[in-house]
């Protein structure tokens, strides 16, 4: 039961951090001003396309996927050490064994691993590794709050707000603390800078104001023999 829970906390607040990523991206890591209703309303596409870019990091999904979910099964196995060593409740191995500890480990000293091990192409497995030892941490004191009020509120609030930014940051390739967790800042996956959110056919571009084109009125194709630029009277009435 704890495990299906645990499952279910870790697509949980997968889908909750992706939905994050994509409108703190588009708010304030685009350099566009205007955006249509669809780009806001519709992003079912999108949130999925940046939770397989977490994924896919180093271009193998089946390395990511590993990665992603031994971290996040590791993380869940440390914390029940602190139910079978503490008491019933809050108690301070409940705490201890829910800190963070491997995902600021893992954080910290990324930029040594990074310039130590340059040229090693399981680097890119960081994001995933990070990924899943944050949201296992959030998976699994979710469950132990939930279940048995193992974790005071407070402390589990602290727990969110330290891990959910940076995965933020990571997940739309930001720096953070001036360090890139990948080597290379390729265009996204589930973006395009043009156009967010359109559908793929779509290829309308926006003029230089930033404002779409008119679509063609009721009489565009109607011919007006007095229109502009036409005399309905002949020389000799004028």
């Known amino acids: 039961m704890e495990f299906f829970l645990f499952l279910l906390f870790l697509a949980f ?3 909750v951090t992706a939905v994050i990523t994509y409108y703190v ?4 890591f685009s350099a566009k001003t205007n955006y249509r209703r669809e780009e806001l309303t519709d992003i079912r596409g999108d949130v999925f396309r940046i ?6 990091s180093g271009g193998n999904l ?7 979910l ?7 196995l440390w914390s029940l050490l602190g139910t079978v ?3 019933k409740g809050p108690g301070p191995m409940e705490h201890i064994f829910h800190m963070p500890i491997f995902f600021l480990a893992v954080f910290f000293s990324f930029p040594y691993l990074k310039e130590a091990y ?6 890119a497995l960081a994001k995933p590794v990070l990924s899943g030892l944050a949201l296992g941490n959030l998976s699994a004191g979710a469950v132990h709050y939930g279940l048995d009020r193992d974790l005071f509120f407070l402390f589990y609030l602290l727990l969110f707000f330290l891990q959910t930014p940076v995965l933020v940051f990571l997940w739309n390739r930001e720096p953070i603390f001036g360090v ?5 800042p390729a265009a996204y996956s589930y973006e395009s800078e043009e156009d967010w959110g359109a559908p793929s056919g779509s290829t309308d571009s926006t003029q230089g104001n930033g404002w779409e084109e008119e679509e063609d009125g009721p009489f565009t194709g109607e011919t007006d023999d007095f229109g502009l630029g036409d005399d309905p009277f002949s020389d000799d009435f004028k």
């Not at 991206?25 to 304030?28: G, S």
């Not at 939770?51 to 896919?56: F, I, P, S, T």
């Not at 089946?62 to 992603?68: H, K, R």
């Not at 031994?70 to 869940?76: D, I």
């Open 13 to 15: 607040f997968c889908l």
């Open 25 to 28: 991206k588009i708010l304030f």
């Open 51 to 56: 939770c397989l870019n977490v994924l896919e």
């Open 62 to 68: 089946v390395y990511g996927v590993a990665s992603f």
């Open 70 to 76: 031994t971290a996040a099964l590791f993380v869940w």
């Open 85 to 87: 060593l503490g008491d």
């Open 118 to 123: 340059r040229e090693e192409r399981y680097l």
């Open 180 to 184: 890139s967790f990948e080597e290379s």
